[in-house]
């Protein structure tokens, strides 16, 4: 399976420094560049290192994004990318942004969240409770914007199973 991925997911899973684990899944990820030149750290290099593969765009899709980021003032150029990125390429979005959500939802592109990834390294086994904890306090204490009641449950099952 293959998915596009967004900024603030990788961001997100490098406060919880879970960005080497989050390649070890079963999927390709891959980001258009719009998304990438949002990143200062983690580091497009790092990434690519990693296994996080470019999604190319055409002309006419970056057109498309341009046109969208310019029409929902409050997303990026680079989630537009994403957006276009995933429904042409029928695949997976993986971001934290409600905007970005709800317009790739209204395009027909299934979307999932940093909580999907750390209940994907739970199932796969590649993570114990214990370090999934640490890693969803470290986000939550670095400012990620995640569903309280989401988080508590799975905190309640990982820290006191």
Known sequence: MRCII?????????????LARL???PCQFAAP???LDELVEPDR????????QRAGLTTEQLLEAALLSAEHRRLSLGDCTALIAARDAQT???TGDAGLRTLAQEHGVVVHGVLWVLDELEATGLLDDFTLAASLRR???GGAR???DECDLRLQRWEHP
């Open 92 to 94: 997976m979005l993986l």
């Open 23 to 25: 390649f070890a899944l």
């Open 45 to 52: 290099e790092r990434l690519r290192q990693m296994g996080l």
């Open 33 to 35: 560049d719009g998304v």
């Open 6 to 18: 967004d900024a603030n997911i990788l961001i997100d899973l490098s406060r919880g420094d879970l």
């Open 146 to 148: 995640l569903p309280s």
């Open 139 to 141: 986000m939550l204490a």
